[in-house]
């Protein structure tokens, strides 16, 4: 049984189309644009199994293997080793929070010129783009690998890396940020007899500044995952730990080492949530 609203509006399709031609008024072309989206899509998908080789039975064969190295996991031991394990896992932290916060703070200036509502410049709104996406196209892996070239192994390649890595990623976040906030403010300093520099610092910054902490607090938790598998190719932390744990097939140790990064990882989650709820609610109560 149609309900009466739909028997309606069957009832009246010549005057929605009459009311609507734009909607009814489509091209052959847009119609078949989402089928035809779907069927690249599609191909790709098949394409992409095809050249990866694609089995099902290799997928069996991991999970067994898999399932196998999980046994030998059990129960997982530090073999002796906690003390150097947990001085590697602080340097790990040092690393991710260090080069989070340079990262961040040298992507203020950046996502300020990169920002098309306060750098009205294209010229200068180009080039910090442009630059910004060129630092953001290389991963962290791979800065790890230039500055252990450049300064040599230890953490201060793997905090160099993480800045560097994050520089870009912050600059395009900060920017687009400001790009979102209020007019509104901004208009209210100039009116007051603010300079643009007053306006940028108490009508922009106060709005974006709460999007800014939740980033940084985020990207210090993912760092310390990154921190741990730049620390494979010789840039400190426990990743070096880990990497030749697994080298020497010592997968008790592995174990212990995965839940040290998971309870890690954990807990600056929580924190970080903290923080983060503390100083923007405390914000929100003072507006």
């Known amino acids: 049984m149609r309900s009466p609203l739909r028997a309606a509006a069957t009832n009246d399709l010549a005057g929605i189309r009459a009311r609507h031609p734009d909607v009814f008024a489509l091209s052959p072309a847009q119609r078949l644009t989402g089928p035809a989206i779907v069927a690249i899509g599609v191909g790709l998908a098949l394409y992409a199994l095809w050249r990866l080789e694609f089995s099902f039975e290799r997928i069996g064969t991991g999970i067994v293997q898999l399932g196998y190295f999980l046994t030998l996991m059990v129960p ?11 001085g590697a896992l602080a340097e790990t932290l040092a690393i991710a929070f260090l ?5 961040a703070v040298l992507a203020v200036p950046a996502a300020l010129l990169a920002a098309r509502n306060v750098v009205a410049n294209r010229v200068v709104h180009f080039l910090a783009r442009r630059g910004l996406d060129s630092i953001r196209g290389i991963d962290t892996l791979i800065w ?4 252990v070239s450049a300064v040599g192994l230890g953490p201060f390649a793997g905090m160099l890396a993480i800045a560097a890595a994050d520089f ?5 976040l900060f920017s687009e940020a400001m790009e979102n906030s209020d007019r509104k403010p ?3 300093v100039l009116a007051s007899g603010g300079s643009e520099i007053h ?10 500044f709460p999007v800014m902490l939740s980033q940084v607090l985020y990207y210090i938790e993912s760092n310390t995952r990154s921190a741990t598998i730049i620390g494979i190719v ?4 426990i990743g070096l730990h880990l990497a030749e744990e697994i080298r020497t097939l010592e997968w008790s140790r592995v174990a212990f080492l995965v839940l040290m990064i998971l309870v890690t990882v954990a807990a600056i989650d929580s924190v970080s949530a903290r923080v983060r709820f503390a100083i923007i609610g405390d914000r929100r109560r003072a507006a």
Do not use: N
């Open 76 to 86: 997982p031991s530090s073999g002796g080793k906690f003390a150097m394990y947990l």
């Open 99 to 103: 080069g989070t916060l340079v990262a």
């Open 144 to 147: 790890a690998l230039i500055f």
């Open 168 to 172: 870009g990623a912050f600059g395009k």
């Open 186 to 188: 901004v208009d209210g």
């Open 199 to 208: 306006a940028v610092r108490f009508g922009v910054l106060p709005q974006v």
């Open 234 to 237: 010789g840039a400190g932390g």
